[in-house]
């Protein structure tokens, strides 16, 4: 029979799976918006944010009695603690996610932009990342690690050449500058969702082998291997 401490910890994990879902489900509605296609109704963003929110709390909840209670120590401590992090990194996901819906909404001619530069294969690519974050929680897979990583320099580059390429066609084309503006917005709020991802992913590598490593040497290590 499974003891309490084994049960707290199993439901620690149930709840980041569940809340980790909930977010990739938000970045596929912040995707299907920027990209003009069909989206949930705003009340359904709206219920998924507040699961969030408090999928979120229940989770900080779960941490402080356990570590109230039980006093774990070794793999146990590394999860609970990592746990914390990679709960509040899911929640901003969200209300990064969230963001993109209410500005994708309201950027007018954006689509000529998105075709031209190419936005819709670096939006598919967060949606991959935030997929294969959930996939590393679950697995603790370091090949999926290293994925993360690779694939947020990728994102990071792609979104700077994207920015860069959107301000040029602003200064030759007054008629693209507020939509301009709007996607650049999105863009940088596409990027950090990224980031977010590596970041839990960086906490996954903590738990497996109680070591913090920057994404970048990883991603390096991984490119050379």
């Given at each position: 029979m499974a003891s309490h401490f084994e049960i707290?910890?199993?439901?620690?994990?149930?709840?980041?799976?569940?809340?980790?879902?909930?977010?990739?489900?938000?970045v596929g509605e912040a995707v299907k918006a920027l990209l003009s296609e069909p989206v949930s109704e705003g009340k359904e963003v709206k219920k998924t944010e507040n699961k969030i929110d408090k999928l979120d709390v229940k989770i900080d909840e779960i941490c402080q009695s356990i570590f109230a209670l039980q006093q774990p120590v070794a793999s146990d401590l590394r999860f609970i603690m990592s746990a914390m992090q990679i709960s509040?990194?899911?929640?901003?996901i969200g209300d990064l996610a969230v963001s993109i819906i209410k500005k994708a909404k309201n950027i007018?001619?954006?689509?000529?932009?998105?075709v031209k530069f190419s936005i819709a294969d670096l939006a598919r690519q967060v949606e991959i990342v935030t997929l294969k974050t959930n996939e590393c929680f679950l697995t603790r897979s370091e090949n999926c690690i290293g994925e993360i990583f690779i694939l947020n320099n990728t994102i990071k580059n792609d979104c700077e050449d994207?920015?860069?390429?959107?301000?040029?066609?602003?200064?030759?084309?007054?008629?693209?500058v507020v939509s301009g503006t709007n996607l650049?917005?999105?863009?940088?709020?596409?990027?950090?969702?990224?980031?977010?991802?590596?970041?839990?992913?960086?906490?996954?590598?903590?738990?497996?082998?109680?070591?913090?490593?920057?994404?970048?040497?990883?991603?390096?290590?991984?490119?050379?291997?």
């Open positions: 707290e910890l199993e439901k620690l994990k149930n709840i980041i799976e569940k809340i980790g879902v909930l977010a990739e489900n938000q509040n990194e899911i929640e901003r007018k001619d954006k689509h000529d932009l998105i994207a920015i860069h390429n959107i301000i040029n066609e602003m200064k030759i084309n007054s008629k693209a650049i917005i999105v863009l940088k709020h596409l990027e950090r969702i990224s980031e977010h991802c590596t970041n839990i992913a960086e906490y996954v590598y903590f738990m497996i082998n109680a070591k913090i490593i920057k994404h970048e040497k990883f991603g390096d290590k991984k490119l050379d291997s």
